[in-house]
């Protein structure tokens, strides 16, 4: 990052900024000054590259038309889980059953309409027999010719031609300004843009079926351009958000009290921390990627997806022949026979993590699968169930005996088993699938605790959480598969994405994603459900992000505000939340071009090369520890949470409003005093994503722009002290899905009152197909209260929340509360009642017994060197490790010494703590070596 007079600072630009009226970023006394700084008549116009692209982008339909009319075979759509249907395939030119023989070099034109619209599509694909051995050159309008890279053996077989496939990727020719991607730059006399020109020249000996662009999650349906204004100008600013924050009390929400960073901060990997599959032993380039975004960040390996196709395609594991149905174990056996170096491995680059993380699995071997040609989902057929939960089983117990019981704590039956891609059954059984996926996850769970009793098993891996689909339809489903799973399943999990519209709010329909208000409707019906059945359970979320899979700052933009969003919210869940894994890998071999991970790949995919700006969700993060403190918002739309450690307080804080705001920090600190405050933020404006860390000279009026995630870091002359512990304690309704209409919605909550402080009513409401045209009464206790709900007066399915701070002094043991929307066909989810209550300071456990042992550690790691040639750049009786080595130890003690300013820290975490430790110094001690003579 770049650093100017203190202040850090990194923008990524995608706009050409002499084509804006008024520069995007000016500098007044060498600081920069933003648009919120700038007069709000702040004119400004697209860029020209802009707007050609959305010209362009709008011609997509036309371009489906005229190859759709040609024949519909030419154009292929993915259909992607929340039902949105994008183009994915257009064949321009297809030969059909009359292949065109190549011999030696052969040329195509590349259509107007289509040169018009390539850029929008990550490939260009080529299907034949000389797919399996060719070169590419392009030829531009002006008659210059580029080559086009095709890198050597990547082909492969398409699954219903059998035809060979090979693959260019339009991006590796944006630098070579060919015009294709970049159609400003070759323009006629007139200065019209040509797009007439451009051609394809295969290399190569073979016969060509056909020439199409892919992009392989679709391309997303609409060109966007709100991301180039400054958003929010066309609204006045929200003057004066309070956010109240109290650090002299330590806040305990149902007995939690501060952040676990071992549950919230994580990423995905491909199995397990490293591969469960996997022989290698070697320090490779995934290892490199993860192990990096570990120590050089502090989040951990979250989840990881097994696919039992893997065993028969790659394994050569076969049917049982005197058992039909069941497997031969025998190359099994051999695959996950005990391997002690594996081990080592595992221990040296994370002796902090055991065995705390979730595996999914999925893909059952074609003698199980009931859709076996879909090897990647197959689901189990229904008189396969034993069979395949027994193969579960005995893939958990591999996990362990391979890695010395490192295997996975958490084993997820299968991923996203509540779609039909991956559960047919809700195509082909639609009354009895949630019964056989619920008898499924039984005998699953039995068949794993027989092999390995502590192993926990959870499901169902929801795809798709809109609980108020069909008349709550969903919602009554899930509800359903708690009850029948609630004797076998220790967890239940989840999955959450947002779809990509670039503002949340204010949209002209109610909104489709989760970080709305659905969220917390979602979590606080589950919730009251579990109460009720006496089925309480942790839940995790081994998904969350966004279905946008673009590259542009404006995508990355929306990335970043979602997994901020979600890591916010989700850490106001502490007491029901087990784990969260955002869907973000460090890299990803088996797609080395996605936009979803936080490293690059160089060209020969042989080692890394750069980052994305995903890792700036790393970095606002990755400080945010501590004790929870009570933190107020009095706008809805702004979230916040706040911590406390050391002489260090935290407090996130995202703007969610379509307006731009000015937040008033009211810090409660005791007999401390602020000496500093800083903030990091993300944010977008005119195309442009910038992340910082600044100082902040008014806490008074800190501005905020749509959308920005900040965590303000706020540091005082001394440790404050608790006074208080502020316990947060949730009582529920004694009913779930109460209909809405002319007759009131009745409910108790029962509760304590002794020394109750405050409270607030939660209640749960929705409907499908469109908001609600009446407003909502509440009578609690006899006193009336009444929410506005015209902001649900939408199309589209709405289901959120709103909440009503109440009089503590109306509060009883028994309370009786009614709910009315005197309209039909919506419900009442739930209600939620949540009592403050103020008790003795918290304890805090004597963490001085780290200090000798973290002194010791120092000490060790300094006295051994690095060596980057296995010593052979060392001096002979030098001892030496490798880098990573280093950076293991170095990453564990530096956790230890933050763990000495725990306000809260107790026996047991200052026992992990020991432990890592002692792990951690046995495994570098193991992994040093001498150099040895030259």
């Known amino acids: 990052m770049k650093t100017k007079k203190g202040i850090r600072h990194q923008t990524i630009r995608l706009l050409s900024l002499g084509v804006l009226l008024f520069n995007m970023l000016t500098t007044i006394g060498g600081y920069p000054v933003y648009a919120e700084d700038i007069d709000d008549n702040t004119k400004y116009e697209l860029p020209e590259e802009i707007r050609i692209n959305k010209q362009d982008f709008d011609t997509i339909p036309n371009v489906i038309a005229k190859y759709e009319g040609i024949n519909p075979n030419r154009v292929a759509y993915i259909e992607r889980v929340n039902g949105e249907k994008r183009i994915q395939r257009i064949n321009f030119i297809d030969y059909e059953d009359d292949h065109v023989q190549i011999n030696g070099e052969m040329t195509f034109d590349i259509p107007e309409e289509v040169a018009k619209v390539a850029r929008f599509f990550k490939d260009f694909r080529f299907e034949g027999e000389v797919a399996s051995d060719m070169k590419l050159s392009l030829i531009n309008p002006n008659g210059e010719s580029f080559t086009w890279q095709i890198l050597p053996g990547h082909v492969w077989h398409d699954g219903i031609t059998g035809l060979p496939n090979t693959y260019t990727k339009t991006g590796w020719i944006s630098s070579q300004n060919t015009g294709l991607m970049e159609p400003w730059q070759i323009k006629d006399s007139d200065g019209h843009i040509i797009y ?202 591999g996990f362990h005996t391979k890695f010395y019981n490192r295997g996975p704590k958490y084993l997820e039956v299968k991923n996203e088993s509540t779609i039909s891609v991956e559960w047919p059954y809700l195509n082909t059984h639609p009354d009895k699938a949630w019964d056989y996926l619920a008898d499924f996850h039984n005998q699953v769970a039995a068949a794993i605790k027989k092999e390995s009793p502590e192993t926990l098993v959870g499901g169902p891996s929801s795809a798709f959480m809109y609980l108020e689909k069909d008349d709550f339809d969903e919602a009554k489903k899930q509800l359903a598969f708690m009850d029948a799973t609630k004797e076998s399943l220790d967890y239940y999990s989840h999955h959450f994405y947002e779809n990509g519209p670039m ?28 109460v009720l059945t006496d089925n309480v359970k942790p839940i995790l979320i081994t998904e969350e992000g966004t279905y946008n899979n673009g590259g542009t700052p404006i995508d990355y933009f929306k990335k970043l505000r979602t997994y901020n969003g979600y890591m916010l919210r989700f850490i106001n869940m502490s007491d029901t939340i087990d784990m969260i894994t955002p869907y973000v890998y460090p890299i990803i071999n088996w797609r080395p071009n996605s936009n979803g991970t936080f490293y690059r790949y160089n060209d020969s995919q042989t080692g890394l090369a750069g980052t994305t700006p995903l890792m700036y969700y790393l970095d606002i993060w990755k400080d945010y520890r501590g004790a929870f403190l009570p933190v107020e918002s009095d706008n809805h739309q702004v979230y916040t949470h706040a911590v406390q450690h050391g002489r260090k307080i935290y407090v996130a804080v995202q703007n969610l409003n379509a307006a731009r705001a000015y937040i008033n920090l009211n810090i409660e600190t005791g007999k401390a005093n602020i000496v500093d405050v800083k903030r990091k933020r993300t944010f977008l404006e005119l195309g442009e994503l910038t992340h910082e860390e600044i100082t902040v000279k008014d806490i008074k009026r800190v501005p905020m722009r749509v959308e920005e995630m900040t965590i303000f870091e706020i540091t005082l002359d001394k440790e404050p002290k608790f006074s208080n512990t502020l316990h947060r304690d949730t009582y529920y309704g004694d009913k779930t899905l109460v209909k809405t209409g002319l007759k009131p919605a009745d409910f108790t909550i029962t509760c304590d009152v002794k020394n109750l402080e405050g409270s607030m009513l939660r209640i749960g409401f929705g409907k499908t197909g469109y908001g609600f045209t009446k407003d909502m009464t509440i009578h609690v206790n006899g006193i009336e209260y009444r929410k506005d709900l015209s902001f649900t007066h939408k199309e589209g399915d709405f289901f959120g929340y709103v909440d009503i701070k109440l009089n503590k002094q109306i509060i009883k043991d028994k309370n009786d509360i009614t709910v009315s929307i005197p309209e039909e066909g919506g419900y009442i989810s739930n209600i939620t009642l949540y009592n403050d209550y103020l008790g003795r300071k918290p304890k805090r456990y004597n963490t001085n017994r780290l200090k000798h042992c973290i002194k010791k550690a120092k000490a060790d790691m300094n006295s051994v060197a690095i060596s980057t040639d296995n010593g052979n750049d060392l001096e002979e009786g030098i001892l030496w490790v490798t880098q990573e080595v280093k950076d293991t130890y170095q990453y564990v003690i530096e956790s230890a010494e933050i763990a000495l300013d725990d306000p809260v820290a107790t026996r047991h975490d200052v026992d992990q703590i020991m432990d890592d430790l002692l792990l951690a110094g046995q495994m570098f001690r193991l992994n040093t070596k001498e150099a040895l003579n030259k």
């Open 196 to 397: 007439d020109g451009y051609k394809l020249v295969i290399h190569g000996t073979g016969k060509l079926k056909d020439i199409y662009i892919w992009e392989e999650d679709g391309v997303m349906p609409t060109y966007d351009i709100t991301g180039y204004t400054i958003m929010g100008a066309d609204k006045p600013w929200i003057d004066d958000v309070k956010i109240t924050v109290d650090a002299t009390k330590n806040l305990s929400v149902n007995g939690v009290n501060k952040l676990d960073e071992r549950k919230f901060k994580r990423y995905h990997v491909n199995s397990g921390p490293i591969g469960l599959e996997s022989n290698d032993t070697s320090y490779n380039v995934l290892d490199q990627a993860y192990h990096s975004i570990t120590t050089q960040n502090g989040f951990l390996p979250g989840r990881g997806a097994f696919h039992f196709n893997l065993l028969e395609r790659y394994m050569g594991m076969v049917e049982d022949a005197e058992k039909p149905g069941y497997a031969d174990y025998s190359v099994f056996n051999e695959r996950f026979a005990p391997n002690r170096d594996l081990a080592h491995k595992y221990d040296t680059l994370y002796p902090t993590i055991g065995n705390d993380y979730v595996v999914t699995t999925d893909g059952w071997p074609t003698w199980q699968a009931v859709n076996p040609k879909d090897i990647h989902v197959a689901a189990p057929r229904l008189d396969r169930f034993e069979e395949a939960a027994e193969l579960t089983g005995k893939l958990v117990a």
């Open 503 to 530: 503002l949340i709010h204010e949209r002209d329909n109610n909104p489709d994603g989760f970080l709305a208000g659905r969220l917390e409707a979602v979590f606080e019906l589950l919730n009251n459900h579990m």
